[in-house]
């Protein structure tokens, strides 16, 4: 009898994890799911508004983009913040890449009073700043500067265009929306969380980026729906 309860044991733990397994792994791939289109739905939001959005202009001369969705900023006195979202990087073709899950963490300082929720976005206007994040994370104020960007269409000057910034940065908080300054604030790539997504365990953020024939999964044709419109000017504005 007790031979048997041996053997018995460790099989009835095999066959919980069997079962077990594909479940969780079917919870992590629809929690992946929803954070892309948490993400398409904030930017889309931001783009609707004419008089305080990212300018399209900005947008169609733009190499790469971070949406951050649900940056929580908690404390007193000193604060922390933490957040994530997607990056998608401009194809040859003018199309935008399949996404690369990153992070966004970071220390601040001032009176900040129980904990704030924002959507921050990240427009990359030159490959050069682009091409030195691709494979690392990167420090805003630090290895990378940033600047608060132009919002609204009327902020766009057709014989000036835009300065060339390395990044330039946005944040909505409250229903506000604006370029803002995040010196301060690390971009990291999420490898586990891109490793999930794609089903690929050696998976790295260029591969994603330019990897012609790596599928794009089909929650993400909604997100480059909205970056389209977003750029030629075309979503719903209110």
């Not at 095999?14 to 739905?41: G, M, W």
């Not at 990153?102 to 050069?128: H, K, M, Y």
Request: aromatic share 8%.
């Amino acid at each position: 009898m007790k031979s048997r309860a041996a053997v018995a044991l460790p099989l009835a733990g095999l066959l919980s994890v069997t079962l077990i397994a594909p479940a969780l792994a079917d919870s992590r791939q629809e929690d992946l799911n929803n954070k892309v289109d948490q993400v398409t739905r904030v930017f889309e939001e931001i783009m609707s508004v004419s008089n305080t959005r990212i300018p399209p202009t900005l947008l169609a001369r733009s190499e790469g983009i971070i949406i951050i969705q649900g940056l929580v900023q908690a404390g007193f006195i000193f604060g922390g913040r933490r957040g994530s979202g997607l990056m998608v990087v401009r194809q040859p073709d003018g199309t935008w890449s399949n996404p690369a899950f990153v992070s966004l963490t970071g220390g601040s300082f001032g009176l900040q009073i129980g904990a704030q929720s924002s959507d921050i976005v990240f427009v990359f206007p030159n490959r050069e700043t682009l091409n030195r994040v691709l494979t690392s994370s990167f420090n805003v104020g630090g290895s990378v500067s940033g600047t608060a960007g132009p919002v609204g269409d009327s902020a766009v000057d057709p014989a000036r265009g835009f300065d060339n910034a390395p990044v330039y940065t946005y944040s909505r908080s409250s229903g506000l929306f604006g370029g803002v300054t995040l010196d301060g604030s690390n971009i990291a790539f999420d490898r586990s969380r891109n490793r999930d997504f794609y089903g690929d365990q050696s998976i790295t953020p260029r591969a994603i980026f330019t990897d012609p024939f790596r599928p794009t999964p089909v929650v993400v044709n909604s997100l480059h729906e909205v970056l389209r419109k977003a750029e030629a000017g075309t979503i719903s504005r209110y």
